[in-house]
């Protein structure tokens, strides 16, 4: 499968009740606040946070890989009564109509992109659709290998309709040469008499910052600032969750 297919199918399906942690649209509306309109989700999944910052009146437009992702974003807008604006667009391939102000991810999804060459391809799309003095937030992380006693464990939720979703980890796989971590995961939802189970992999793919900066460089990025989620600033080989705030070089 390829990576950018991931969130289709079962896993768009589950995403949302399995989900654990939700993205408040605190620090990108101050990010949109700073950096300016109109804004670019990259990433935007099934609208968090991208329609709650529709529902403060902020110009924000999605990209997302997934069409089963971006039709449930859809959904929840229209019951929400939001009008939102996205394009089904791999990161890497970004073609959009118009420029804007403040681009970011909302979590570290560029360490979807599997390689160097392709995360370069989206630094270069991110700089050809910045406006003139916009700013780009990029975050990352260096994954940590999942504890044993996790493997195997099961997650479970429940359906307004009496549906059984589970999610587990079966096996997972670590290079640290090739900067990859694969981890097997297996999807399961159950209703009456029906089962649907399908394992897919989930491949993260990380980058020192001395890479990242490198790549940014030559996709025509400046590295303005590397921060925590606090704002302060990141130490340098840090692998927790750093932001990397970019703008045209």
Not at 52 to 57: H, K, N, S, T, V
Request: aromatic letters at 6%; hydrophobic letters at 40%.
């Amino acid at each position: 499968m390829d990576p950018s297919d991931f969130y289709i199918g079962i896993v768009a399906e589950l995403y949302g009740p399995l989900k654990s942690v939700s993205q408040g649209p605190e620090p990108y509306a101050t990010l949109i606040q700073q950096a300016g309109l109109p804004a670019l989700e990259l990433g935007c999944g099934d609208g968090e946070p991208l329609l709650e910052l529709r529902q403060q009146g902020l110009d924000v437009d999605g990209v997302d890989s997934s069409a089963d992702m971006l039709e449930r974003l859809q959904r929840r807008a229209d019951e929400l009564g939001i009008r939102a604006t996205v394009f089904h667009q791999r990161m890497e391939a970004l073609n959009l109509p118009r420029r804007y102000r403040t681009i970011f991810l909302a979590g570290p999804t560029f360490t979807l992109l599997p390689d160097d060459a392709t995360a370069l391809s989206a630094l270069r799309g991110i700089r050809a659709h910045l406006a003139e003095g916009g700013t780009a937030l990029v975050p990352l992380f260096t994954p940590e290998p999942t504890p044993a006693e996790q493997i195997g464990r099961v997650r479970t939720a429940a359906t307004p309709d009496g549906a059984e979703l589970r999610v587990s980890m079966v096996a997972e796989q670590r290079d640290e040469t090739a900067r990859t971590q694969t981890t097997h995961l297996r999807y399961e939802l159950h209703h009456g008499s029906d089962s649907t189970i399908e394992e897919r992999p989930w491949i993260l793919y990380w980058y020192p910052q001395n890479q990242f900066e490198k790549l940014a460089t030559s996709a025509g990025l400046a590295v303005t600032a590397i921060t925590d989620p606090e704002g302060k600033p990141a130490p340098a080989g840090a692998t927790d969750l750093v932001h990397f705030r970019l703008q045209a070089a």
